[in-house]
């Protein structure tokens, strides 16, 4: 602390009591010991000159040398003699103000005092200073403390008199993307003063490095501009990483060297969401209805929280805060997210390679801090129960089964609706076991063929062309693709009034077809098996094909012989490193057959919601409740309840569907941003224009170039042809014998494990996917190029066609 006696002999000396030296009035800042009386802008420069980065002289009158008694007059001239020999007359200085409020966490009041450039002498620094204290008790500084319920008492105004730099270039630095908060450094530039940055139509330079690469730059800047942009970026990531936080800098470049003028903490990431659906929609694709959303999300999202506590331990996560529906569309809440990865050490910017975000090849890692030693033990338990996991799921799995086999396929019209609810309460508890499964099995899955990818790539062969199911037979019960070419192969054989008969009536003529007798029983065998299957195994109002057999007749129609397409297998590895292969390969073998076993049992369990919602619509349909069956999709989980128990009456769930299919509606056939910053929707975007070439990310290596098919749904398989480039929102089990037609695919959703990729590896496909509003912006018909080794999709002219 500053001590209060002045000198008898120099009433412009004060005395530091703590250690008895005098100290004067106006202290040149590279000497403060202390923080106290220097103000905000104060504290960032003396932070700034302690890490050893280049700051002009400053001198700073410190805010505790106001006597407050409103004698400014008396005040300024008590430092007349000290300005006088301290300050350069040859010299111009920038006057600017130093409040105990200003460059704050909590606020930063930016524009709200004066700054007085251009000075030169010591009457003209006497009269900046006066114009620096009187806008602290401006009405503009009233009124902004007042709109952010702040401190109204009087303010503490310190006082920076700062030699200017000459500049040749001047601009701000973001050590991190103040609006997204992702991992890249923003840099704003001007040539000359930094007061152009804020002089109305006056549009700096922008340039943003992600991860050693400048992702947004000018097009012609000249040299200076470009080096003193390179020496912000490279100082200001170094000042952040000393400083702790992310930082808002000041900077002046004198044509060699960077002159940092100003330093505070970047106050707007505090508490912000960002929502991304690159994962979300390859979970939870298209327009998502409502009862589907409140049925999966707590069912689903509570299983992850589960996950997370036990990496992590006892918190506070809630399943509605893990996903959020925009606009009918999932997205996942990557900023929660991110807090488990912080509270384990991890850097929180490895989402951002999630989530598929451009830059430089100096992407962050997985790399835990020492934050991380806490909870060791109980990573240790959670490691070595996963180790011990292919135990358990071998047991799961026929458990799932059995149990839900418990449940009925069918319900009687005379079940009342609470009965029905009840078993919905049974079928959920099963399910989230199910489901749990259904969640750690892929990601267990993902790192034996991670591993077995490294490994393979030592002996030169690329994982992306290699099959690890290949002689399975094991799988040949969970993949409908080959039966669906023996019932193909049947339907060939029988007579052609018979196959005639069948394509004009559909399955409905089968009862009256003496000759498709043998032909019916296997396909209603077929339905037995595979029947649960739908377009989407987490949307359940998605008509499975067991209602509606007419897609499998035009999937078996259309369906073709792919065993000409042989990916590498077993036998193409070396001898001599097989023996060294040998159980990573059996091991990601027997998880890929662990991760079908359970998505089919799974599938089928969930699939049951749709037979017992559909039952209480029916039962709502009789009652006048609702006017169609299908209505039930609109209503909330809870209002289903509410409408069972009339908490919720009629005419309120009526207006409700109205308005739900309406907002629906609005939203079909609009594009959604793929990351969302902040809770608010983004307003909707018309799928209108066309682009030259679209970028995703690569699957599957190859290239091929040929026509269109856009299939938005199993309703458009029929469309597909021989040979044609696949264009898919997603892909499901059902999609198999579709993309086995393929002569690439291109999805807007993905990664290199989703089905579409698997698939199209073990078919031998380029495959290029999370593909951003591919089905809108291609079109059927038109000529492609599939480059499955760059992730890069483009647009041929015809002149390039031929």
């Keep these: 602390m500053w001590g209060a006696t002045r000198s008898a002999r120099n009433p412009t000396t004060r005395w530091l009591g703590s250690f008895g030296m005098a100290q004067s009035r106006i202290l040149e800042l590279s000497r403060c010991r202390v923080e106290s009386g220097i103000g905000g802008k104060g504290r960032g420069l003396l932070e700034l000159h302690r890490q050893g980065a280049k700051i002009p002289k400053t001198w700073v009158y410190l805010a505790d040398s106001q006597s407050g008694d409103g004698d400014q007059d008396r005040e300024l001239s008590a430092i007349r003699m000290e300005l006088d020999a301290k300050l350069d007359p040859s010299k111009t200085y920038i006057v600017r103000s130093s409040a105990e409020v200003e460059d704050s966490p909590e606020a930063s009041f930016a524009g709200q005092f004066e700054t007085v450039p251009g000075v030169r002498g010591t009457g003209a620094t006497i009269e900046a200073i006066r114009t620096v204290w009187a806008s602290a008790s ?252 292919e135990e358990r799921i071998k047991k799961a799995i026929p458990e799932f089964r059995s149990e839900f086999d418990q449940f009925p396929r069918e319900l009687s019209p005379d079940e009342s609706a609470s009965h029905i609810l009840s078993v919905i309460d049974s079928l959920d508890r099963v399910v989230r076991k199910a489901a749990h499964a259904n969640i750690v099995t892929p990601i267990l899955m993902s790192i034996y063929n991670k591993n077995l990818e490294k490994r393979l790539s030592a002996t030169g062969i690329d994982f992306k062309t290699f099959s690890v199911t290949n002689g399975m037979r094991e799988l040949a019960d969970l993949d409908p693709t080959p039966h669906i070419n023996r019932l193909r192969s049947e339907f060939a054989d029988l007579p052609e009034p018979t196959r005639s008969a069948i394509k004009a009536n559909g399955y409905s003529a089968l009862p009256d077809l003496p000759e498709a007798v043998t032909f019916h029983r296997r396909l209603d065998a077929f339905l037995k098996t595979f029947g649960h299957l739908s377009e989407s195994g987490n949307d359940f109002s998605k008509v499975p094909w067991r209602e509606d057999p007419s897609i499998v007749l035009s999937m078996m129609e259309s369906a073709t012989d792919s065993s000409n397409r042989q990916p590498l297998t077993w036998d193409s590895v070396p001898l001599h490193h097989q023996k060294r292969l040998k159980k990573p390969y059996e091991k990601a073998r027997r998880f890929q057959y662990y991760r079908e076993a359970v998505s089919s049992v799974y599938t089928r369990g969930y699939g049951l919601f749709r037979v017992y919602y559909l039952a209480l619509a029916k039962q709502f349909v009789g009652q006048h409740l609702i006017e169609h069956e299908e209505d039930i999709f609109y209503l909330e989980s809870q209002e289903v309840r509410n409408l069972v128990n009339g908490e919720l009456s009629a005419a309120d769930a009526r207006e409700r569907i109205r308005e739900r299919r309406a907002s629906v509606k609005r939203s079909r056939g609009n594009r959604l941003p793929e990351i969302i910053y902040g809770d608010q929707p983004p307003p909707l975007e018309s799928q209108e224009g066309e682009q030259r070439s679209l970028r995703g990310v690569a699957t599957s290596h190859g290239y091929y170039r040929g026509p269109v098919r856009v299939i938005h749904s199993e309703q458009d398989f029929k469309k597909m042809i021989d040979g044609a480039v696949a264009v898919i929102p997603f892909s499901d089990v059902g999609w198999t014998p579709l993309l086995s037609r393929a002569g690439a695919v291109v999805s807007e959703s993905g990664g290199l494990l989703s089905h579409s990729s698997i698939v199209a590896r073990e078919y031998g496909l380029p495959a290029v996917v999370s593909v951003t509003d591919a089905c809108c912006v291609l079109q059927d018909d038109l000529q492609v190029l599939v480059d499955g080794a760059h992730g890069v999709v483009t647009i041929l002219d015809e002149a390039e066609m031929t």
């Design 138 to 389: 401006n009405p503009k500084v009233d009124a902004y403390r007042a709109s952010r319920n702040l401190d109204r008492s009087r303010i503490k105004m310190a006082v920076l008199i700062q030699e200017m730099v000459p500049p040749v270039v001047s601009g701000v630095a973001f050590s991190r993307n103040p609006i997204t908060g992702f991992d890249e450094v923003i840099v704003e530039s001007v040539v000359g003063s930094g007061e152009r940055l804020v002089q109305k139509g006056v549009t700096p330079d922008r340039w943003v490095r992600k991860w050693g690469k400048w992702i947004t730059a000018p097009d012609s800047p000249d040299v200076s501009t470009r080096q003193a942009a390179e020496i912000a970026v490279a100082q200001a990531r170094e000042i952040e990483t000393r400083y702790g936080a992310p930082v808002d800098l000041e900077w002046v470049f004198d044509g060699s060297q960077i002159n940092w003028v100003q330093l505070r903490p970047i106050s707007t990431l505090q508490g912000m969401n960002v929502y991304s659906n690159r994962i979300a929609r390859e979970v939870l694709p298209g327009t998502i209805l409502p009862l589907i959303w409140s049925v999966n999300v707590p069912l689903v999202n509570s299983v992850w929280i589960g996950i997370f506590t036990e990496l992590i331990g006892p918190n506070d996560l809630r399943p509605e805060q893990l996903s959020k529906a925009f606009h009918h569309r999932a997205y996942f809440n990557m900023g929660v997210i991110g807090t488990v990865f912080r509270e384990l050490g991890m850097p929180k910017d490895i989402l951002e390679v999630m989530m598929g975000l451009d830059g430089g090849d100096e992407k962050p890692r997985f790399r835990p801090s020492r934050r991380i030693a806490r909870h060791i033990p109980r990573l240790l338990r959670f490691a070595l129960d996963k180790l011990r996991y």
